[in-house]
């Protein structure tokens, strides 16, 4: 059962440049405004200790819930519906980890992640989802193992609107701040009897580099959007503790300039607070075939970590696509290759113990 809680004020966004949308469904939650849920995972809870989680992010390309009700046979070359064989090679990514919690990019609603959870991941995973503002109806998607003893207060900013002098009218959507949104999943400890809080998991799918600038501008208000909204997060929850940020953020995550409000705000690689750091060269998780100019590989997935102390990186892996027998495949080598993935992303894989 999902609930909604009444109390409390809204954050004070006022001298930002930000502020709530006219369309905001105004559920007020804590000093939060914008959509929410709560909803405790339904157990039976675990008996071994949950201190140390597996957390995945993958861009799973286009899960769309129609996918589900064409077949093979259906099929039509030129359209974006996975057949049967894509969607497995995804399941068997996942199903290889099996990460207590993932976060899943360019999902369509609801329905497509359950349908997906239930038919190639034996129903383990309750899902999350607030669907955001994209055009194509892509969103993105937090699923949480149904043994976890975990409540989950599940946020969106996806009505966060940018202040113009002119103001748009609010149906028309182009002044909101995220082109999908950045929604924040606050779990909650449910042991002794009283819920507390444990990490805060933000999950994001930045704006793409089609667009003047490739976009840079947008981008860069969204990581400034995070970096504010990370900031309101502390007030309300303290310094201490551990604020993951993980998704698709649309360009290098180590290098690109737009995001250096996001290292202002604390947050930093998993991949650097690993025991064994992957190599900075060996880090893409997204393959480019431009029409001109040689392949490009880059970070554009990740976690991100924020918090006083109060967790530690055991690992942090880029996962491969794998063929039917397991096996890791290596880089395509050119679009055709790429295509014939079942997503032109690699999943992210971290293990965090709190």
């Not at 966004?13 to 995972?41: D, H, N, V, Y």
């Not at 009218?169 to 507390?196: T, W, Y």
């Not at 900031?231 to 551990?242: A, M, S, V």
Request: hydrophobic fraction near 35%.
């Amino acid at each position: 059962m999902e609930l909604a809680s009444e109390g409390g004020g809204a954050w004070n966004w006022s001298g930002t440049k930000f502020a709530q949308g006219a369309r905001c469904e105004r559920i007020f939650l804590g000093p939060f405004m914008g959509p929410s849920s709560r909803r405790a995972i339904p157990g039976p809870y675990r008996k071994s200790s949950t201190k140390k989680l597996k957390f995945l992010e993958f861009n799973m390309l286009n899960l769309f819930e129609r996918d589900f009700s064409l077949t093979d046979k259906k099929f039509n070359k030129g359209t974006d519906v996975k057949t049967e064989a894509q969607r497995e090679a995804l399941a068997r990514i996942i199903r290889k980890s099996d990460p207590d919690i993932m976060t899943w990019v360019e999902v369509e609603n609801y329905r497509a992640a359950e349908l997906f959870s239930d038919r190639y991941l034996d129903k383990k995973y309750q899902v999350f989802l607030i669907e955001g503002n994209d055009q194509r109806g892509i969103d993105v998607a937090v699923l949480v193992k149904k043994d976890l003893p975990f409540e989950v207060e599940y946020r969106s900013l996806k009505d966060l609107t940018e202040i113009k002098d002119a103001p748009v009218h609010p149906q028309q959507g182009e002044n909101k701040v995220f082109s999908r949104d950045l929604p924040m999943a606050i779990f909650r400890r449910l042991e002794d009897g009283v819920p507390r809080e444990e990490f805060i998991l933000l999950s994001t799918h930045y704006k793409s580099q089609r667009g003047d600038q490739g976009s840079f501008p947008k981008r860069l208000q969204q990581a400034e959007a995070t970096e504010l909204a990370v900031r309101y997060l502390r007030q309300e929850f303290g310094e201490e503790l551990p604020i993951l940020l993980t998704g698709d953020f649309n360009n290098n995550v180590p290098t690109s300039p737009e995001f250096a409000p996001i290292w202002r705000a604390g947050f930093k690689d998993s991949f650097d607070l690993s025991p064994n750091p992957i190599p900075k060269d060996r880090r893409g998780t997204h393959y480019y075939f431009p029409m001109k100019g040689p392949a490009e590989f880059n970070q554009l997935d990740g976690f991100l970590i924020s918090g006083q102390g109060k967790y530690r990186v055991e690992s942090a892996l880029i996962l491969p696509h794998l063929d039917e027998k397991g096996l890791a495949l290596p880089h395509p080598r050119n679009y055709g290759e790429r295509q014939a993935r079942a997503s032109d992303h690699l999943a992210v894989e971290v293990v965090v113990e709190f």
